[in-house]
């Protein structure tokens, strides 16, 4: 039996956050049916390149879903909705704030149908203050919240990182942990709850040590400016012979002594945090490519390689954890995917279905045939 089966969850969120948060449930063996507006569908099923007719972004967070197409400002599909809630354990939105009032679907009319609903609604920056109806990206967020001033090198501008953290951290994550407590909640009392969260609300938390930092000295770091973003070159990363790069994480004393003593250097050893000595250690692993260091420090310094997508794809540690794995699609071929990072021993996650193709599942779930 999976983890979260005989879960229901109807999503009605788009992009990324809330699809991305909803494919974890669905690999954990929740039923995750995508609600979709007929015709358009997810915003995510436009992006290129395609797999098998469907986006490769949907591709990846829509697998193990069913999809059925409502227009929610139609009484008919409102009601089938609406219908569908009195079985659901949990719906998932990501609407502006008052849009699902709107609809005449928000959360007192949820729970009208199903007392023990949980709704978790994932929008920019909540569901009340004052940019509650701003509009916003993943780069916005992170630099309300202060993500972006502390990234980037200390002679240049603040660099949006490659990963959209406010999305999937602040959103997806975030979303998915209030939505099981308040199911675990709601099991056990027969009350629903509505989870609000708030994409720069979780940027912001994911700066919980810095900030703990700031609290205390009043001091507010720029880039490079702090031991965990490279201040000192006992963390940092550092550009190899062969123009590859590798990452030094040697923080505690017994790793930054036998990172001194891996390259030869024992007379660095006072140097773990001496910002002025930065160029030193540049100078150090210049000298060599970076699988000469990885192979040389890897397993005794927290040392290791900056990895491009295809290096990371052939990691063996990934592959050993099943990070990458191939699924069957409709036409037969076979495409990889990214691997469920959580591992259950009892009831492991899977990936058993492709993502759907926009209202397949009406009849089977509405009654009602595919548009």
């Known amino acids: ?33 995508k609600v979709e507006q007929p015709g358009a569908g997810d915003y995510m099923r436009w992006y290129e ?75 920019g920056y909540g569901q009340d203050g004052p940019l509650r109806l701003q509009p916003g990206h993943d780069i916005n967020y992170l630099g309300r919240a202060g993500v972006l001033s502390v990234t980037g090198s200390a002679d240049g501008v603040p660099v949006v ?11 997806g994550l975030l979303g998915m942990v209030g939505l099981l407590a308040a199911l675990v909640r709601a099991r056990a009392t027969g009350e629903g709850d509505h989870v609000d ?32 973003n490279g201040a000192f070159p006992c963390y ?5 012979a062969d123009g590859g790069h590798v990452t030094v994480g040697a923080i505690e004393p017994q790793f930054w ?16 945090m001496d910002a002025s000595a930065i160029g030193l250690w540049d100078a150090v692993f210049a000298t060599e490519p970076r699988d000469h260091w990885v192979r040389l420090l890897g397993g005794t310094c927290c040392v290791g390689p900056v990895n491009d997508f295809a290096e990371a794809c052939a990691d063996p540690q990934l592959q050993a954890r099943d990070m990458v794995v191939e699924l069957a699609t409709r036409s037969g071929a076979v ?13 492991p996650a899977s990936v058993r279905s492709p993502a759907p193709r926009l209202g397949a599942d009406g009849e089977r779930v509405l009654g009602r045939r595919a548009p």
């Open 335 to 347: 495409a990889r995917q990214v691997g469920q990072p959580i591992k259950l021993r009892n009831a």
């Open 197 to 228: 969260v708030s994409m720069a609300d979780g940027a912001f938390s994911c700066l919980s040590i810095h900030l703990g930092d700031y609290f205390a000295t009043g001091h507010s770091p720029g880039p490079e400016g702090m031991l965990l």
């Open 49 to 123: 390149p395609h797999i098998d007719g469907e986006s490769a972004a949907s591709w990846v967070v829509d697998r193990n879903k069913s999809s059925i197409a409502l227009d929610l400002k139609d009484p008919e599909d409102r009601q089938a909705l609406l219908e569908l809630v009195r079985t659901a354990d949990a719906v998932v939105e990501s609407f502006r704030p008052g849009v699902m009032d709107r609809l005449r679907i928000g959360y007192e009319t949820l729970r009208e149908h199903n007392a023990a609903i949980v709704l978790c609604s994932i929008s």
């Open 161 to 171: 990182p490659g990963v959209q953290l406010g999305d999937i951290a602040g959103g």
């Open 257 to 272: 002594t036998a990172l001194c003593d891996g390259v030869g250097r024992p007379d660095l050893l006072e140097s773990r």
């Open 1 to 33: 039996m999976s983890a979260l089966e005989g879960i229901r969850v109807l999503d009605l969120s788009r992009l990324l956050p809330g699809g991305y948060g909803t494919s974890l449930l669905a690999d954990l063996g929740a039923e995750v049916i």
């Open 236 to 240: 940092r990363v550092y550009r190899c």
